[in-house]
């Protein structure tokens, strides 16, 4: 029964392919540019259609960019530069 088990286990392991994506590179180390909260245009990018901040697993941004992009975010929010959620669009 264990070397039927160990088999299927193995034959599972080789189905699985895994699909390498491309890395995606920092946008602010790329321009050369800090997240700035007057950049509203720029902001939006890391917006997601219900008003969330978007993770750095999904935009790519470094740890240090990500949390200057948090912060530049919830004060172009505060200054009513940004919404806080889809409900408060300008």
């Known amino acids: 029964m264990q070397r039927t088990q ?15 994506r ?4 920092c946008y602010f180390s ?3 540019k800090k997240p700035d909260y007057k950049d509203v245009l ?5 917006i997601s259609e219900r ?14 960019n ?3 992009l948090a912060r530049e ?3 172009a929010r505060f ?3 940004l919404p806080y959620t889809e409900r408060h669009a300008l």
């Open 6 to 20: 160990r088999a299927q286990r193995a034959q599972r392991t080789q189905r699985t392919i895994r699909i390498k």
């Open 22 to 25: 491309e890395k995606r590179t």
């Open 30 to 32: 790329e321009m050369g």
């Open 42 to 46: 720029i902001l939006r990018r890391f």
């Open 51 to 64: 008003g969330k901040i978007i993770p750095n697993k999904y935009s790519g941004l470094t740890a240090k």
């Open 66 to 68: 990500q949390r200057l």
């Open 73 to 75: 975010i919830k004060k």
């Open 79 to 81: 200054m009513a530069l």
